[in-house]
C-alpha cells in the first residue's frame, strides 16, 4: 500500500515513516518543512508542498497512486494557539479540510488523523475514555475535535474511512534511537529536562509542587513513539471493516514531573538545577488514558511503558545529535 504521511519530516511523522517503510508499505511524505527536518527523511519519496496548495495535493495523491492518508501537519503548540488562534485554524482545520477535498478528488478514501487528549480539556474523571465529555479549553484542542467531527461527517457520505488517534504524551526516540524529537523551540518536559542533563539550559522549573498528587507534581500518561506508530499500523488495516476509528492512545499508567526529572538523572548520570515555581493556569493534577479500546480492538499493547525506557532512547538520540537535526 502507498501511503502519503503528511508531516512526515516531523517528530512523530518521520517514526511513522520509517515503520512504514520496514513493515513493506511505501510511503510518501509531503511537508513544507516549516517544523520539519529534512535530514529525519531517510529514503522515502519526498514532496515538499504545503497542505493549502490544493492542486499540488491532488496532483501528489494522482501521480503516486495513493492508497492511504496519514495526517501529522499540525500546528501542536498549547501557548501559540492561544496567541494565534487564527494560524491554529487555518492549518489545522482549513488546511485538513483542503486535504480531504483533494483526496475526495482524487479517490482517496483512507485516512489516519492524529488527534490529541487536548479534545477533552479538564476531563472530570480519569483515567480518560473515548466517550469522555469533549470540552477543549484552548484553540489547538478545539481545532483537533473540529477536524475530527469533519473527518465524521465526511464519512458519512460513504467516501472517506478515518481512524482519529487521541494521543498523551508522545516521547522517545525510534528507529533504534536514530529519529528524535526536535523542535524549535522545545516546550515538551522529557526533552527540556534531558537538555538541562546536557547543559544546555540552565535549571528546569517544577509548575506546582501543591497538587492533590503522591509528589505534589503534575501527573501525565507517556507513551513511546514507538508504541504510538503500531498503533496507527494497526489502524490502517482495520480500516479495511470500518468507516470510523476512534481510540485513545497512551500507558493508561501516569509519572509526575519529579519522577521524569528523577529518571533523567537516573539514565544520564547528569544532575542539575530545578527550580520550584507557581502553578501554571489550566494545567489538570492527573492526566491519564484508558486505552481499554485500542487493547481490545486493535490487539494493540505498549511495549516500552516504563518510564526508564522511555527516557534511555531519548537520552540516545540527543546525545548523539546534540545540536538535533543538521538542517
Known sequence: MKVLVCGGAGYIGSNMTAMLAAAGFEPVVFDNLSTGHRSAVASAEFVQGDLADY??????????????VMHFAAFIEVGESVQAPLKYYHNNVSCTQNLLSAMEAAGVDKFVFSSTAAVYG????????????????????????????MCHYQSQTGKLTFASLRYFNACGSGANASLGEDHRPESHLIPRVIQAAMGKIAEIQIYGTDYPTPDGTCVRDYIHIEDLCRAHLLALNKLEQNSELVYNLGNGEGYSVKEVIETVKQVSGKDFKVVEADRRPGDPPILTSDATKARTELGWKPELAELEKIIATAWQWHNQNPNGYPD
Open 122 to 149: 479538564m476531563p472530570k474523571h480519569v483515567p480518560i475514555i473515548e466517550d469522555s465529555p469533549k470540552q477543549p479549553i484552548n484553540p489547538y484542542g478545539e481545532t483537533k475535535w473540529a477536524a475530527e467531527r
Open 55 to 68: 492542486e499540488l495535493l491532488v496532483k501528489t495523491l494522482k501521480k503516486h497512486k495513493i492508497e492511504a
